[in-house]
Antibody
Framework: QVQLVESGGGVVQPGRSLRLSCTAS????????MHWVRQAPGKGLEWVAF????????YFADSVKGRFTISRDNSKNTLYLQVNSLRAEDTAVYYC????????????????WGQGTLVTVSS | QSVLTQPPSVSGAPGQRVTISCTGS?????????VHWYQQLPGTAPKLLIY???NRPSGVPDRFSGSKSGTSASLAITGLQSEDEADYYC????????????FGGGTKLTVL
């Protein structure tokens, strides 16, 4: 069965960096685009970033553009999110989610989600 | 302020029918793009509930149904059960945004 397991979260000071990871299993990772979605405490879902199946296309929410980087290693079935210049408002549970297709397109949606990893930005 | 607008909360008694609306614009739902719905039970990750506006993944009861009209979509839940108490989110594609993926703000369903 499909499994997505995030890791790398923790408590970090403002302005610092973290790298989040998402290890996938149960499907052909290299054939699917992948997303990061976050949820601040007590708040709704916020889409963060997308990477195409081959890493050739990347998209970011305006709120993280220029600070976050998304990448993947298909040989390791792993998705990454490099989060830099962290701010208090980046405090959230970060979920990785599988897209049903290869690219970000009009019918993109998330058919599987990981359990999330909590990032807390605090001094 | 979410691009897709949902009511913050809805409620219903066991056995009743409730609907959750998701209102967008001519750049997303009104443009004909599909709407997808996710259920988030307390303390858990979201789960796909409805895809392609009206399709249910395997394992989702037929008490859940989706529809769309104009710039709005709806999630209907019939025969309400206590285990349906959760947060529900709609999601679609938006052609006016560089990033395209948009969520509704979420709706808390309370089973009375």
């Amino acid at each position: 069965q499909v499994q997505l397991v995030e890791s790398g979260g923790g408590v970090v000071q403002p302005g610092r960096s973290l790298r989040l990871s998402c290890t996938a299993s149960g499907f052909t990772f290299s054939s699917h685009g992948m997303h990061w979605v976050r949820q601040a405490p007590g708040k709704g879902l916020e889409w963060v970033a997308f990477i195409s199946y081959d890493g050739g296309h990347k998209y970011f929410a305006d709120s993280v553009k220029g600070r976050f980087t998304i990448s993947r290693d298909n040989s390791k079935n792993t998705l990454y999110l490099q989060v830099n210049s962290l701010r208090a408002e980046d405090t959230a549970v970060y979920y990785c989610a599988k897209d049903t297709g290869r690219f970000l397109e009009w019918l993109s949606y998330f058919d599987y989600w990981g359990q999330g990893t909590l990032v807390t930005v605090s001094s | 302020q979410s691009v897709l607008t949902q009511p913050p909360s809805v409620s219903g008694a066991p056995g009743q029918r409730v609907t959750i609306s998701c209102t967008g614009s001519s750049f997303n739902i009104g443009a004909g793009y599909d709407v997808h719905w996710y259920q988030q039970l307390p303390g858990t990750a979201p789960k796909l509930l409805i895809y392609g506006t009206r399709n249910r993944p395997s394992g989702v009861p037929d008490r859940f149904s989706g529809s769309k009209s104009g710039t709005s979509a709806s999630l209907a839940i019939t025969g309400l059960q206590s285990e349906d108490e959760a947060d529900y989110y709609c999601q679609s594609y938006d052609s006016s945004l560089s990033a395209h993926v948009v969520f509704g703000g979420g709706t808390k369903l309370t089973v009375l």
